[in-house]
Nanobody, 115 residues
Framework: QVHLAESGGGWVQPGGSLRLSCAAS????????MGWYRQAAGKGRELVAS???????NYGDGLKTRFTISRGSAKNTVYLQMNSLKPEDTAVYSC?????????WGQGTQVTVSS
């Protein structure tokens, strides 16, 4: 049973930064792709960023200038550095990992950006 656990969410003022972490346990192999989606209240889920096991990255529209995704040194860990946060970044951020067409998800962590 694969389990992904996110951490690092919370409240931050506009312009601030947060770093989200995600670590997987129970996975035998390395995920081919890991990444983050987010879902704001009343809205659909959107891709934030993803990274392949070859370190190829992909970002949601307009996020690349403020967000950076990276892999950790430990297997199946991924980080999301979020800078210059805006109120519209408020959402539940969920980590995922994909291996051989099967996707595993974390429970999600709340990020709230407000003054």
């Amino acid at each position: 049973q694969v389990h992904l656990a996110e951490s690092g969410g919370g409240w931050v003022q506009p312009g601030g930064s947060l770093r989200l972490s995600c670590a997987a346990s129970g996975a035998i192999s390395s995920f081919e792709v890991m990444g983050w989606y987010r879902q704001a209240a009343g809205k659909g889920r959107e891709l934030v960023a993803s990274i392949s096991n070859g370190d190829s990255t992909n970002y949601g529209d307009g996020l690349k200038t403020r967000f950076t995704i990276s892999r950790g040194s430990a297997k199946n860990t991924v980080y999301l550095q979020m800078n210059s946060l805006k109120p519209e970044d408020t959402a539940v951020y969920s980590c995922y990992g994909r291996y051989q067409f099967k996707t595993s998800w974390g429970q999600g962590t709340q990020v709230t950006v407000s003054s």
